[in-house]
């Protein structure tokens, strides 16, 4: 169930989309070209954050200037496409779309023209208003900014907005916007820094979408 016009935005890489593996694999074949360290999934999830070249910074222990970053970046996505295939949607997350009986969307920090056939060859076009992704060459960036264009291009009030995503980016997207957010333990995040933040944590996205029915 959903409250009367509330409106959930979901995140995709890391919350519907079960990467995190694909996502450390690849992180780990771009930062190897500049003799960067092997990172475990648990490490990742320690140390992950936006933007993304000062996650770079820090695994590498010295500063990545954007040029830099843009090579990085371009390493990582090729190497990212190359296994998206062995990816899945999370294991519940078919279940927690359709036990949301409100209006839904999908913002994505994955390149737009991607993220939408990518979506489709999940039969999800369908559950979402509008499906936003990247329009930009080069990812990495902080998500306020599109999640406040998300929600313009929508019409809905941030204010009746939950966002359910698997980052600390994500909370502090939606509280910049003055939005409210349930964060998802199974993603890219260690689940203790997820719940130093302050918001509503979930186990599973099912309890996330109970969660932003509650609040």
Request: glycine share 8%; aromatic share 6%.
């Amino acid at each position: 169930m959903a409250p009367l016009d509330t409106h959930l935005v979901w995140d995709w890489n890391g919350t519907l989309l079960n990467d995190l593996a694909l996502v450390v694999t690849s992180t780990n074949h771009a930062i190897a070209t500049v003799d960067g360290p092997v990172l475990t999934p648990e490490q990742h999830r320690v140390a992950f954050r936006r933007p993304v070249a000062d996650y770079y910074a820090d695994v590498l222990g010295r500063a990545v200037g954007a040029e830099e970053f843009g090579r990085l970046d371009q390493i990582f996505h090729a190497a990212y496409r190359a296994g998206l295939t062995t990816c899945g949607l999370a294991e519940d997350a078919e279940r927690a779309l359709l036990s949301w009986s409100g209006s839904q969307s999908l913002l994505s920090m994955w390149f737009h023209d991607e993220l939408v056939p990518l979506v489709d060859t999940y039969g999800l076009t369908r559950t979402f208003r509008r499906i936003d992704g990247l329009r930009t060459t080069v990812g990495g960036d902080r998500k306020a900014g599109h999640l406040d264009r998300h929600l313009t291009a929508l019409g809905v009030d941030p204010a009746r907005t939950v966002l359910i995503g698997d980052s600390i980016d994500d909370a502090d997207a939606a509280e910049a916007v003055g939005a409210s957010c349930i964060l998802y333990t199974g993603g890219f995040t260690d689940p203790d820094r997820l719940r130093a933040c302050g918001v509503p944590v979930a186990e599973s996205l099912t309890e996330a979408v109970r969660l932003a029915a509650d609040h």
